[in-house]
């Protein structure tokens, strides 16, 4: 074979790019796809924030129980599906990269600083949700969730930005028909199709974590929906939050208005009994529905000398530390009776690794707020 002579890299040229297949047309219709991918993620995501992070204007209802994973299987499977979005989008334009001058004024200066914020910030988002939710933390040294939820503030901002200097290019692109020889138009169409196709690929192969009829499919999800003790997923397991769950001398203690009742397991049993069919619905996008037996949180309220209705209380875990060991449940909440401290998952006892020998369990809710191992609920009444 011959060889060719051994030649320094140097940035091509644009107009010597290989690719026929760029256009601005190609490059919008791909733009809007991922504006709108990341404008449900955006919106999803600040709901799962207000959720766990309510400021006083924020009421987040008990029903219909399962709307919060809904919104948050939602969130993730429009995350994954960016994937080949993103990286189909960044491929269209990256010669621009290239481009000599590399600023013309001061406003393309700008500009061109922002499209370099929106990269970084679209980046971090979607490689971090992906590490994420595939449980590999370790190359994200800060905690992932308050970075994830600052940056997309970054990714929101710069967007709009992008989107207010590229409309117009945007729009005219999309309305006249595409440029080149039939035969361009059509492997572009085949590009979008593939970009389509992989962003299925995905959804099918994940969504499964989520939508229980899906589950068979889910081969690249890191989570089944019904793998696990009881056929229920487990993400801290109790030997991992260094509970004890075996001790005689357990009682889970409310403490109240009216003063302070502890209760042993016997206790506990000898109030009345509710079932509830209910979702875990994890943060991380995997959900699973359970049926739980146990006593209604409300009814441990009225115990203490409070009022159901407009009480808030603070569900503490027997676990020593970790960010999840206790969980705040408003009076929406307290008030459901499908709130319930469990005891049973399934007609049996709670598996140690779902929180026996009691656990929260309430509709809408994150996983997160599902605290486990619960050793002392503290009942406030709001004015
Ligand atoms: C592959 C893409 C993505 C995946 C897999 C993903 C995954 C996640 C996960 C697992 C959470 C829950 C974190 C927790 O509460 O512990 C979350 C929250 C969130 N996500 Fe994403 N995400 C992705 C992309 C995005 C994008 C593009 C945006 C915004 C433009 C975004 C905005 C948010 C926000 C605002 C939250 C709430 C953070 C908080 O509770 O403070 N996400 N995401
Ligand atoms: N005390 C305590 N409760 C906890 C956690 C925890 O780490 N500690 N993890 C939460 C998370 S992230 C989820 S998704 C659910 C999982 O519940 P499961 O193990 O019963 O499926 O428990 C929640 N309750
Ligand atoms: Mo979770």
Same mark, same amino acid.
């Given at each position: 074979?011959?060889?060719?002579?051994?030649?320094?890299?140097?940035?091509?040229?644009?107009?010597?790019?290989?690719?026929?297949?760029?256009?601005?047309?190609?490059?919008?219709?791909?733009?809007?796809?991922?504006?709108?991918?990341?404008?449900?993620?955006?919106?999803?995501?600040?709901?799962?924030?207000?959720? *766990?992070?309510?400021?006083?204007?924020?009421?987040?209802?008990?029903?219909?129980?399962?709307?919060?994973?809904?919104?948050?299987?939602?969130?993730?499977?429009?995350?994954?599906?960016?994937?080949?979005?993103?990286?189909?989008? @960044?491929?269209?334009?990256?010669?621009?990269?290239?481009?000599?001058?590399?600023?013309?004024?001061?406003?393309?200066?700008?500009?061109?600083?922002?499209?370099?914020?929106?990269?970084?910030?679209?980046?971090?988002?979607?490689?971090?949700?992906?590490?994420?939710?595939?449980?590999?933390?370790?190359?994200?040294?800060?905690?992932?969730?308050?970075?994830?939820?600052?940056?997309?503030?970054?990714?929101?901002?710069?967007?709009?930005?992008?989107?207010?200097?590229?409309?117009?290019?945007?729009?005219?692109?999309?309305?006249?028909?595409?440029?080149?020889?039939? *035969?361009?138009?059509?492997?572009?169409?085949?590009?979008?199709?593939?970009?389509?196709?992989?962003?299925?690929?995905?959804?099918?192969?994940?969504?499964?974590?989520?939508?229980?009829?899906?589950?068979?499919?889910?081969?690249?999800?890191?989570?089944?929906?019904?793998?696990?003790?009881?056929?229920?997923?487990?993400?801290?397991?109790?030997?991992?939050?260094?509970?004890?769950?075996?001790?005689?001398?357990?009682?889970?203690?409310?403490?109240?208005?009216?003063?302070?009742?502890?209760?042993?397991?016997?206790?506990?049993?000898?109030?009345?009994?509710?079932?509830?069919?209910?979702?875990?619905?994890?943060?991380?996008?995997?959900?699973?529905?359970?049926?739980?037996?146990?006593?209604?949180?409300?009814?441990?309220?009225?115990?203490?000398?409070?009022?159901?209705?407009?009480?808030?209380?603070?569900?503490?875990?027997?676990?020593?530390?970790?960010?999840?060991?206790?969980?705040?449940?408003?009076?929406?909440?307290?008030?459901?009776?499908?709130?319930?401290?469990?005891?049973?998952?399934?007609?049996?006892?709670?598996?140690?690794?779902?929180?026996?020998?009691?656990?929260?369990?309430?509709?809408?809710?994150?996983?997160? @707020? *599902?605290?486990?191992?619960?050793?002392?609920?503290?009942?406030?009444?709001?004015?």
């Amino acid at each position: 074979m011959p060889r060719r002579p051994a030649r320094r890299w140097s940035a091509p040229a644009p107009d010597r790019f290989p690719s026929p297949l760029r256009s601005t047309r190609l490059t919008s219709q791909l733009g809007v796809a991922l504006g709108v991918a990341f404008a449900v993620c955006f919106l999803t995501g600040l709901l799962s924030h207000l959720i *766990q992070h309510p400021p006083g204007w924020f009421r987040w209802p008990a029903r219909p129980v399962g709307l919060y994973r809904f919104t948050q299987g939602l969130h993730v499977a429009t995350g994954l599906a960016t994937v080949p979005l993103l990286g189909a989008k @960044l491929w269209s334009v990256y010669h621009h990269l290239f481009r000599w001058p590399p600023v013309r004024s001061v406003a393309h200066a700008v500009e061109r600083a922002s499209v370099g914020v929106l990269v970084a910030a679209a980046l971090f988002e979607v490689v971090g949700g992906v590490l994420n939710v595939a449980r590999w933390y370790a190359p994200m040294p800060f905690f992932f969730t308050a970075g994830h939820y600052r940056v997309a503030w970054l990714v929101v901002g710069a967007l709009l930005v992008h989107v207010g200097v590229q409309l117009p290019a945007v729009r005219a692109a999309l309305a006249r028909p595409g440029v080149g020889s039939p *035969q361009e138009r059509l492997s572009r169409r085949g590009l979008l199709a593939g970009v389509a196709a992989a962003a299925g690929l995905i959804t099918l192969t994940t969504v499964g974590q989520t939508v229980r009829p899906l589950s068979g499919l889910a081969v690249l999800a890191p989570r089944r929906p019904d793998v696990g003790p009881q056929g229920l997923p487990v993400n801290r397991t109790a030997r991992r939050a260094g509970v004890d769950v075996g001790d005689p001398a357990y009682r889970l203690v409310v403490d109240g208005p009216g003063g302070r009742v502890a209760l042993d397991l016997a206790a506990l049993y000898a109030l009345p009994q509710h079932t509830a069919e209910l979702p875990i619905a994890c943060v991380e996008g995997w959900s699973a529905t359970g049926r739980w037996t146990g006593v209604r949180l409300r009814d441990l309220v009225a115990l203490v000398g409070a009022d159901p209705g407009r009480a808030s209380v603070r569900v503490e875990s027997l676990e020593a530390a970790g960010r999840y060991r206790a969980s705040t449940v408003g009076s929406a909440h307290v008030g459901d009776p499908a709130t319930l401290i469990a005891l049973r998952l399934g007609g049996e006892p709670l598996h140690p690794d779902h929180g026996y020998p009691a656990r929260l369990i309430a509709p809408n809710r994150p996983g997160v @707020l *599902q605290t486990k191992w619960v050793g002392r609920i503290v009942v406030r009444e709001a004015r």
